[in-house]
């Protein structure tokens, strides 16, 4: 069996991994439990995996890191986004 | 550049990703927040990915997901040991 198939099937999972925590996040607003740091290790993975896709010039490695660096940010985004908007609820409740 | 030394920081990176997530699960006993289909998702994706890094007889992409796959496996058992203890206290709350 060619690798490239298996690196394009092994890619589409590892594609969507983050997205049911994007998702999940997106909905409940809530944080607590999720690690910052897997998302900060995860962006900078990523863009490494990235450039040795390019390197080795392989289509799999550089289409999946491509799409997890986005839900890795866009997690980021989020994990910030209720830090903020908890801290902001914080000061109006200490009012 | 030798690609495989970015692929070995790379990897480095991505053996880490899951390990703040497990420590803070670990520690805090709460997977409230925590995707469970992400880390079904992570398993399938990590077990193809360490296919292809023999097929395509990458060292970085082998080692790599091995340590991913331990991870992964620990926050599977992590979040149904949770739900289990979770479902264990509504049953005698219930009592």
Same mark, same amino acid.
């Given at each position: &069996?060619?690798? @490239?198939?298996?690196?394009?099937?092994?890619?589409?999972?590892?594609? %969507?991994?983050?997205?049911?925590? #994007?998702? /999940?996040?997106?909905?409940? /607003?809530?944080?607590?439990? #999720?690690? +910052?740091? &897997?998302?900060?290790?995860?962006?900078?993975?990523?863009?490494?995996?990235?450039?040795?896709?390019? &390197?080795?010039?392989?289509?799999?490695?550089?289409? %999946?890191?491509?799409? #997890?660096? #986005?839900?890795?940010?866009? &997690?980021?985004? +989020?994990?910030?986004?209720?830090? @903020?908007?908890?801290?902001?609820?914080?000061?109006?409740? @200490?009012?």
């Amino acid at each position: &069996m060619n690798s @490239e198939i298996i690196g394009i099937i092994a890619g589409a999972f590892s594609c %969507t991994t983050f997205l049911p925590q #994007v998702i /999940k996040t997106w909905k409940s /607003k809530s944080t607590k439990d #999720v690690s +910052l740091t &897997m998302f900060l290790i995860a962006t900078l993975g990523t863009t490494l995996w990235l450039i040795y896709g390019i &390197m080795i010039d392989s289509f799999s490695i550089i289409a %999946t890191n491509i799409v #997890v660096l #986005v839900f890795s940010i866009t &997690m980021l985004y +989020l994990i910030f986004a209720n830090r @903020e908007k908890r801290n902001t609820h914080t000061d109006n409740a @200490e009012l």
